[in-house]
């Protein structure tokens, strides 16, 4: 074993493992600085945490989507930022019209279905679209080949509704009845943060008992793991890949809208950063795997919330909250490299050779 | 989108035009027609924008009928007249539609004046017509076209094609032309107006065109003109013609498209550099930007006196600045050589993207200048001449330019080149080959960030500062696209691709606002398509043999 | 006298044995066989000697130097060389620059050199080019060397992986099923075109084969495999008369198999 170990490990392995230790003593150095200190208060750090919960319910919601198409097709879904963006951009609208019409907060119940119908609509529709225009031509393409596609289509289609809607902000209208906060004892929630997290939870349920006991469910795990065998046992493989599109599309849809409470902003260029962090995600719980998907973006929303209070603020670093983008995407880089398999396991392991 | 029918139906025919109308409405309600507006081809007939939106259903027309080789009748002009017809009805549709309801409050391009373009501005009750009619007629001419022999086809597709071109390249060949005052005058009387052509210099410049097309297409297929097979003297002496074209550019072109020029040649250094990563050893990199940043902030952080009590000059730093390239290219190599294709895409965007956050931090800012970025960076400067204007420092592009391809050409043909390819091919086997795929990748990567760092160190003296924002995701993009158009692997795909993305944008200003829109939907087109690129990579032949065209025998069949 | 030996070598995936202690000694200059159903380990034997897998247990030896684990492209410039049982040539280069790629071990221009070309690396650029030409020949493959690898017809394919395998100038080659999709006369060809390699270049030859008429014709040494292990060795004569051997043939209703070992000696 040890011997194995010796002709095995090699100068990059070193220099790799080198990088993490390094980066870890950090992290752990600068959270025992921080915590040292005191600088924050317990109310702060539940703060942090609640924030950061809400927000990883938003990226589990959107991760679902790659990681569906991902255990399917093998194929990072990059324009899968922009689904979302388009959903949450379009329901502004939406909501705007019911916010002047004077619904919005007379039914509000009524008015949030329409907008969630509205977003999870143009969402699903545009992930339908995409597949069949750009990706179905390529299903046997080489690996590169689809990626290249899926980065131009999301250049297309960010541009496509900066075009159309405009390259301005749009507001997103708050609602009454998600003013304020709800107090547990030290823990305050804001009720807009609640319901992002009780949303994504019973949209992850939903779509985890459709991918688990449903008939497409078992439809979809089958092509997930051979195609051909799947298609001579009679199931339409094409037809499973378009619902498999809907659903990612109508989970980034609801995720636009929950996105849109948080931060009640929407513009064309919303998605990039939130699907770049929803990617890690996935990658993070383990990429075609849905309950890895949850268990990533809470992590993610977690560690980008509290992180930069806790181990960069320890370091001594300024203004630490400039860089939580950073740390997300060192999170990505780091996971790729030293467990591409994520912490659940990719359901199926890519065997070389 | 499958669109297989045995003949062109009336069915195919409506659907036909109704995807041709939907994309002519995609494009009009992106802005572009409207943005084109101003465009003309031929002043005060018609503009870009009325292109823009005509060219889909004509397209979406004769690509159809293309696919069914048989049709010949007067029936295929019927359906093609009806397939126009369709496609108009739905932008005359959209037009009235706006006329009912406010869809501006939402589509902000759904303005009054893209209803006067759709229109041809013939106010109302007469405009949608007038606009079916249009595309009715084009539909038809479209099927009448096909009709026609393959010589007069040629004739007319070409005559259309380079008419548009030379409408829109109205300002670049006016600049040129003007310094010979005769033919200035000449060409601004008969040819060209404000914008765009001249009606009559229209109808010349067509039969000029289509004459010389069609001439030639009656010829016997000659071959083409290839420098290797002309005697030395005259080899020798159009290479020292190009060379002297290339010296005196910016004599001919001004300060203006010298700029446009200086901007397609840095593209052309990162073009070649990220052609070695992605183009020969197949490693897609889409943090490439972040070697741009890197050579550009060397600069900056070495010869700013902002930051620098004794800051150096240009060539001082310029052997750090690439050294530094090489080291990092070398370092964010390292982490993602164990990866695959697609997870390496994504770990290099996140690499390119944490670069430039701590670029953008307040952390590093009393080193890097945070968002303010860095002023005052040194020009480069030639005894006592300082490189400061467009002009000047198109020769240090050129300079650049030349240094990185013939480094390009020359690894291209050699031990290291082919082993990238080898990689790029099929890594199992590459190995088995004895190649170290670690050294490898590690050369492919800190070359490749040595040409993009060379660029940004040119960019940086060009602009005397640097700022973050300059050194976005977007770049990456650029490159990419530039490279897939012109054909991934190729080096004169590089140049090809860097005119057309980086030039044309810059020729035709209005063009700015949709470019990622247009190079989104040219990657999809692109790999869909015509993965290859235009100027396709080509392998060179070693073993110099004539007769290997014809193939000995069929392929046996695998006995099972 | 052994130029490959390798002591109780074991490979596993996940619970499966894919080898189970496989001795195995090739003698220099030999063309030794390995046979065995699907599955029986033969092409995972091959990825352990050329360093694609790493054996859990056990060691191989090469030359009496120890290479277990060693990394492909050290495997290769140590003087072993492989083809494979789907072809895997460089598909979008010539068939030269195939063969260039395999004389990649013995050529020396880094990324300066390359660059600057000095009359050294020009030198070796025009052996390599020369070498290349040569082995063409020596493969029948003249006149198709610019010729892109995807474009050449199936039996050609096979010998130009071959030619890239001997451009490293292996000591032991390893050949994965060198007649698969052949017809009679092709396999006839390729039969004598192997009994070249060793009478005229000295190269041992290892190889993985089917068709049992090719193996029992050209093999001096057979070791046959089923499910991970070995379960014999011998001369051809003495396999055809291995009971074991048949039982692992004609128990999984391969009879066509053996059938031909007996019938086609005696045609010949």
């Given at each position: 074993?040890?011997?194995?170990?010796?002709?095995?490990?090699?100068?990059?392995?070193?220099?790799?493992?080198?990088?993490?230790?390094?980066?870890?003593?950090?992290?752990?150095?600068?959270?025992?600085?921080?915590?040292?200190?005191?600088?924050?208060?317990?109310?702060?750090?539940?703060?942090?945490?609640?924030?950061?919960?809400?927000?990883?319910?938003?990226?589990?919601?959107?991760?679902?989507?790659?990681?569906?198409?991902?255990?399917?097709?093998?194929?990072?879904?990059?324009?899968?930022?922009?689904?979302?963006?388009?959903?949450?951009?379009?329901?502004?609208?939406?909501?705007?019209?019911?916010?002047?019409?004077?619904?919005?907060?007379?039914?509000?119940?009524?008015?949030?279905?329409?907008?969630?119908?509205?977003?999870?609509?143009?969402?699903?529709?545009?992930?339908?679209?995409?597949?069949?225009?750009?990706?179905?031509?390529?299903?046997?393409?080489?690996?590169?080949?689809?990626?290249?596609?899926?980065?131009?289509?999301?250049?297309?289609?960010?541009?496509?509704?900066?075009?159309?809607?405009?390259?301005?902000?749009?507001?997103?209208?708050?609602?009454?009845?998600?003013?304020?906060?709800?107090?547990?004892?030290?823990?305050?929630?804001?009720?807009?943060?609640?319901?992002?997290?009780?949303?994504?939870?019973?949209?992850?349920?939903?779509?985890?008992?459709?991918?688990?006991?449903?008939?497409?469910?078992?439809?979809?795990?089958?092509?997930?793991?051979?195609?051909?065998?799947?298609?001579?046992?009679?199931?339409?493989?094409?037809?499973?890949?378009?619902?498999?599109?809907?659903?990612?599309?109508?989970?980034?849809?609801?995720?636009?809208?929950?996105?849109?409470?948080?931060?009640?902003?929407?513009?064309?260029?919303?998605?990039?950063?939130?699907?770049?962090?929803?990617?890690?995600?996935?990658?993070?719980?383990?990429?075609?795997?849905?309950?890895?998907?949850?268990?990533?973006?809470?992590?993610?929303?977690?560690?980008?919330?509290?992180?930069?209070?806790?181990?960069?603020?320890?370091?001594?670093?300024?203004?630490?909250?400039?860089?939580?983008?950073?740390?997300?995407?060192?999170?990505?880089?780091?996971?790729?490299?030293?467990?591409?398999?994520?912490?659940?396991?990719?359901?199926?392991?890519?065997?070389?050779? | 989108?499958?669109?297989?029918?045995?003949?062109?139906?009336?069915?195919?025919?409506?659907?036909?035009?109704?995807?041709?109308?939907?994309?002519?409405?995609?494009?009009?309600?992106?802005?572009?027609?409207?943005?084109?507006?101003?465009?003309?081809?031929?002043?005060?007939?018609?503009?870009?924008?009325?292109?823009?939106?005509?060219?889909?259903?004509?397209?979406?027309?004769?690509?159809?009928?293309?696919?069914?080789?048989?049709?010949?009748?007067?029936?295929?002009?019927?359906?093609?007249?009806?397939?126009?017809?369709?496609?108009?009805?739905?932008?005359?549709?959209?037009?009235?539609?706006?006329?009912?309801?406010?869809?501006?409050?939402?589509?902000?391009?759904?303005?009054?004046?893209?209803?006067?373009?759709?229109?041809?501005?013939?106010?109302?009750?007469?405009?949608?017509?007038?606009?079916?009619?249009?595309?009715?007629?084009?539909?038809?001419?479209?099927?009448?076209?096909?009709?026609?022999?393959?010589?007069?086809?040629?004739?007319?597709?070409q005559a259309v094609i380079w008419l548009i071109l030379t409408g829109l390249m109205r300002d670049l060949i006016m600049n040129i032309v003007v310094r010979w005052r005769l033919v200035g005058e000449l060409f601004k009387t008969v040819l060209f107006a404000s914008s765009g052509l001249q009606p009559i210099g229209a109808i010349v410049l067509l039969l000029l065109i289509g004459g010389l097309v069609y001439w030639r297409s009656g010829q016997p297929a000659g071959r083409g003109f290839s420098l290797k097979n002309q005697p030395p003297t005259i080899r020798w002496a159009s290479i020292?013609?190009?060379?002297?074209?290339?010296?005196?550019?910016?004599?001919?072109?001004?300060?203006?498209?010298?700029?446009?020029?200086?901007?397609?040649?840095?593209?052309?250094l990162m073009g070649l550099g990220l052609n070695i990563v992605v183009g020969f050893a197949g490693l897609l990199d889409l943090g490439y930007v972040a070697f741009f940043a890197i050579g550009a902030y060397t600069m900056g952080v070495l010869t700013s006196p902002e930051l620098r009590a004794e800051p150096l000059t240009y060539w001082q730093a310029l052997p750090f600045a690439l050294v530094i390239s090489f080291i990092s290219g070398l370092i964010l190599g390292l982490p993602v050589l164990k990866l695959r294709g697609d997870y390496l895409a994504i770990v290099t965007l996140g690499?390119?993207?944490?670069?430039?956050?701590?670029?953008?931090?307040?952390?590093?800012?009393?080193?890097?200048?945070?968002?303010?970025?860095?002023?005052?960076?040194?020009?480069?400067?030639?005894?006592?001449?300082?490189?400061?204007?467009?002009?000047?420092?198109?020769?240090?592009?050129?300079?650049?330019?030349?240094?990185?391809?013939?480094?390009?050409?020359?690894?291209?043909?050699?031990?290291?080149?082919?082993?990238?390819?080898?990689?790029?091919?099929?890594?199992?086997?590459?190995?088995?080959?004895?190649?170290?795929?670690?050294?490898?990748?590690?050369?492919?990567?800190?070359?490749?960030?040595?040409?993009?760092?060379?660029?940004?160190?040119?960019?940086?003296?060009?602009?005397?500062?640097?700022?973050?924002?300059?050194?976005?995701?977007?770049?990456?993009?650029?490159?990419?696209?530039?490279?897939?158009?012109?054909?991934?692997?190729?080096?004169?795909?590089?140049?090809?691709?860097?005119?057309?993305?980086?030039?044309?944008?810059?020729?035709?200003?209005?063009?700015?606002?949709?470019?990622?829109?247009?190079?989104?939907?040219?990657?999809?087109?692109?790999?869909?398509?015509?993965?290859?690129?235009?100027?396709?990579?080509?392998?060179?032949?070693?073993?110099?043999?004539?007769?290997?065209?014809?193939?000995?025998?069929?392929?046996?069949?695998?006995?099972? | 006298?052994?130029?490959?030996?390798?002591?109780?070598?074991?490979?596993?995936?996940?619970?499966?044995?894919?080898?189970?202690?496989?001795?195995?000694?090739?003698?220099?200059?030999?063309?030794?066989?390995?046979?065995?159903?699907?599955?029986?380990?033969?092409?995972?034997?091959?990825?352990?000697?050329?360093?694609?897998?790493?054996?859990?247990?056990?060691?191989?030896?090469?030359?009496?130097?120890?290479?277990?684990?060693?990394?492909?492209?050290?495997?290769?410039?140590?003087?072993?060389?492989?083809?494979?049982?789907?072809?895997?040539?460089?598909?979008?280069?010539?068939?030269?620059?195939?063969?260039?790629?395999?004389?990649?071990?013995?050529?020396?221009?880094?990324?300066?050199?390359?660059?600057?070309?000095?009359?050294?690396?020009?030198?070796?650029?025009?052996?390599?080019?020369?070498?290349?030409?040569?082995?063409?020949?020596?493969?029948?493959?003249?006149?198709?060397?610019?010729?892109?690898?995807?474009?050449?017809?199936?039996?050609?394919?096979?010998?130009?992986?071959?030619?890239?395998?001997?451009?490293?100038?292996?000591?032991?080659?390893?050949?994965?099923?060198?007649?698969?999709?052949?017809?009679?006369?092709?396999?006839?060809?390729?039969?004598?075109?192997?009994?070249?390699?060793?009478?005229?270049?000295?190269?041992?030859?290892?190889?993985?084969?089917?068709?049992?008429?090719?193996?029992?014709?050209?093999?001096?040494?057979?070791?046959?495999?089923?499910?991970?292990?070995?379960?014999?060795?011998?001369?051809?004569?003495?396999?055809?008369?291995?009971?074991?051997?048949?039982?692992?043939?004609?128990?999984?209703?391969?009879?066509?198999?053996?059938?031909?070992?007996?019938?086609?000696?005696?045609?010949?």
């Amino acid at each position: 074993m040890l011997r194995m170990w010796r002709q095995r490990v090699t100068l990059t392995d070193l220099v790799i493992w080198g990088l993490g230790i390094l980066i870890l003593v950090g992290v752990v150095w600068g959270s025992i600085q921080t915590l040292r200190l005191g600088k924050y208060t317990l109310a702060i750090w539940y703060d942090l945490i609640i924030t950061g919960l809400a927000l990883g319910g938003v990226y589990a919601l959107i991760a679902l989507g790659y990681t569906l198409v991902y255990g399917i097709l093998r194929m990072i879904n990059f324009a899968h930022s922009e689904i979302f963006m388009s959903g949450a951009f379009t329901a502004t609208f939406a909501a705007d019209a019911l916010y002047q019409a004077g619904w919005w907060n007379s039914y509000p119940v009524l008015s949030l279905l329409i907008v969630l119908l509205v977003a999870a609509t143009v969402s699903a529709t545009i992930a339908f679209s995409v597949e069949r225009i750009a990706y179905r031509p390529l299903r046997y393409a080489p690996r590169l080949v689809p990626l290249i596609t899926a980065i131009g289509t999301s250049f297309f289609l960010q541009y496509t509704f900066r075009g159309l809607y405009g390259s301005g902000q749009k507001g997103y209208p708050d609602m009454d009845i998600f003013q304020g906060a709800i107090v547990f004892g030290d823990v305050r929630i804001l009720k807009t943060q609640l319901v992002a997290i009780v949303g994504a939870v019973i949209m992850m349920v939903i779509l985890f008992s459709i991918v688990q006991y449903t008939k497409i469910g078992k439809a979809m795990r089958s092509v997930s793991e051979d195609k051909e065998t799947a298609a001579l046992m009679g199931i339409d493989v094409d037809r499973i890949i378009s619902t498999t599109f809907l659903l990612g599309g109508i989970s980034a849809g609801v995720a636009g809208i929950l996105f849109l409470i948080l931060f009640p902003v929407a513009h064309f260029f919303m998605g990039f950063v939130p699907g770049l962090k929803a990617f890690t995600s996935a990658v993070l719980g383990g990429i075609g795997n849905v309950p890895g998907a949850f268990l990533g973006g809470v992590l993610l929303g977690l560690l980008e919330s509290v992180g930069p209070s806790l181990f960069l603020d320890g370091l001594g670093i300024p203004a630490p909250y400039q860089l939580k983008d950073a740390i997300a995407f060192t999170i990505l880089v780091f996971i790729l490299i030293f467990r591409p398999t994520g912490i659940l396991g990719e359901r199926m392991a890519q065997t070389k050779l | 989108m499958q669109i297989s029918a045995p003949s062109f139906s009336w069915k195919e025919a409506v659907r036909v035009g109704v995807l041709g109308g939907a994309i002519a409405i995609l494009i009009s309600l992106v802005g572009m027609v409207a943005a084109f507006g101003e465009r003309y081809i031929v002043y005060g007939w018609f503009s870009m924008g009325q292109v823009l939106f005509l060219a889909p259903i004509l397209f979406m027309v004769s690509l159809t009928l293309r696919r069914e080789k048989a049709s010949t009748s007067s029936k295929t002009v019927l359906h093609s007249l009806l397939a126009g017809a369709v496609g108009g009805v739905m932008l005359a549709v959209l037009v009235l539609l706006g006329q009912v309801i406010n869809l501006r409050a939402v589509l902000v391009n759904a303005s009054p004046r893209l209803y006067g373009m759709l229109t041809f501005n013939q106010g109302l009750p007469a405009g949608p017509f007038v606009l079916i009619a249009v595309t009715a007629l084009l539909g038809a001419v479209a099927g009448a076209y096909h009709l026609l022999p393959p010589r007069w086809q040629r004739t007319l597709s070409q005559a259309v094609i380079w008419l548009i071109l030379t409408g829109l390249m109205r300002d670049l060949i006016m600049n040129i032309v003007v310094r010979w005052r005769l033919v200035g005058e000449l060409f601004k009387t008969v040819l060209f107006a404000s914008s765009g052509l001249q009606p009559i210099g229209a109808i010349v410049l067509l039969l000029l065109i289509g004459g010389l097309v069609y001439w030639r297409s009656g010829q016997p297929a000659g071959r083409g003109f290839s420098l290797k097979n002309q005697p030395p003297t005259i080899r020798w002496a159009s290479i020292a013609g190009i060379v002297l074209i290339f010296l005196t550019l910016p004599q001919i072109l001004g300060v203006y498209f010298s700029e446009i020029l200086d901007n397609v040649m840095m593209y052309i250094l990162m073009g070649l550099g990220l052609n070695i990563v992605v183009g020969f050893a197949g490693l897609l990199d889409l943090g490439y930007v972040a070697f741009f940043a890197i050579g550009a902030y060397t600069m900056g952080v070495l010869t700013s006196p902002e930051l620098r009590a004794e800051p150096l000059t240009y060539w001082q730093a310029l052997p750090f600045a690439l050294v530094i390239s090489f080291i990092s290219g070398l370092i964010l190599g390292l982490p993602v050589l164990k990866l695959r294709g697609d997870y390496l895409a994504i770990v290099t965007l996140g690499f390119g993207e944490i670069v430039r956050l701590l670029v953008l931090s307040d952390w590093l800012r009393p080193w890097l200048g945070g968002t303010q970025g860095i002023q005052l960076i040194a020009q480069p400067r030639i005894g006592s001449m300082v490189l400061n204007t467009q002009e000047e420092l198109y020769y240090l592009f050129l300079l650049g330019v030349g240094i990185i391809l013939f480094i390009a050409i020359r690894l291209k043909d050699s031990r290291l080149g082919r082993a990238w390819m080898a990689l790029r091919e099929d890594e199992d086997v590459a190995m088995a080959m004895g190649i170290n795929h670690v050294v490898v990748k590690l050369l492919a990567f800190a070359t490749g960030a040595v040409f993009s760092g060379l660029a940004g160190t040119i960019f940086a003296a060009k602009l005397t500062s640097v700022y973050p924002h300059s050194m976005n995701f977007l770049v990456s993009i650029n490159v990419l696209a530039l490279l897939i158009l012109g054909g991934m692997g190729s080096i004169p795909g590089a140049f090809v691709g860097a005119l057309v993305l980086i030039g044309a944008p810059e020729l035709l200003r209005e063009f700015a606002e949709f470019r990622y829109l247009v190079y989104g939907a040219l990657l999809v087109t692109m790999m869909v398509t015509r993965p290859e690129g235009l100027w396709p990579e080509e392998r060179r032949r070693l073993e110099l043999h004539e007769a290997e065209e014809e193939l000995k025998g069929a392929e046996p069949v695998p006995a099972s | 006298m052994a130029i490959l030996v390798s002591k109780k070598v074991t490979k596993r995936f996940g619970g499966l044995e894919a080898l189970s202690k496989i001795d195995l000694e090739v003698r220099e200059q030999s063309i030794h066989s390995i046979i065995g159903p699907n599955g029986a380990g033969k092409t995972t034997f091959f990825n352990c000697v050329t360093g694609f897998y790493t054996p859990e247990e056990g060691e191989i030896l090469f030359n009496g130097r120890n290479i277990t684990g060693l990394s492909p492209d050290r495997v290769t410039h140590l003087g072993i060389s492989r083809t494979y049982q789907n072809i895997r040539l460089f598909k979008n280069m010539t068939a030269v620059e195939n063969i260039l790629v395999g004389m990649h071990p013995h050529l020396k221009a880094g990324l300066i050199g390359s660059v600057i070309r000095p009359s050294w690396v020009v030198k070796e650029e025009r052996e390599a080019l020369e070498e290349a030409k040569h082995l063409l020949r020596f493969v029948g493959l003249q006149g198709r060397g610019d010729m892109l690898a995807k474009n050449l017809p199936y039996g050609e394919q096979r010998r130009l992986e071959i030619a890239r395998a001997l451009a490293s100038r292996p000591k032991l080659l390893l050949l994965d099923e060198p007649t698969a999709g052949m017809n009679p006369s092709e396999t006839q060809d390729m039969i004598n075109f192997i009994r070249r390699l060793r009478d005229e270049l000295g190269i041992t030859i290892l190889l993985i084969e089917h068709q049992m008429r090719v193996v029992m014709n050209i093999s001096e040494l057979i070791t046959v495999l089923d499910f991970g292990q070995k379960i014999a060795e011998g001369t051809p004569l003495e396999i055809q008369r291995n009971e074991r051997v048949i039982e692992a043939y004609l128990g999984r209703g391969a009879a066509s198999g053996l059938g031909q070992v007996h019938a086609s000696p005696a045609a010949r």
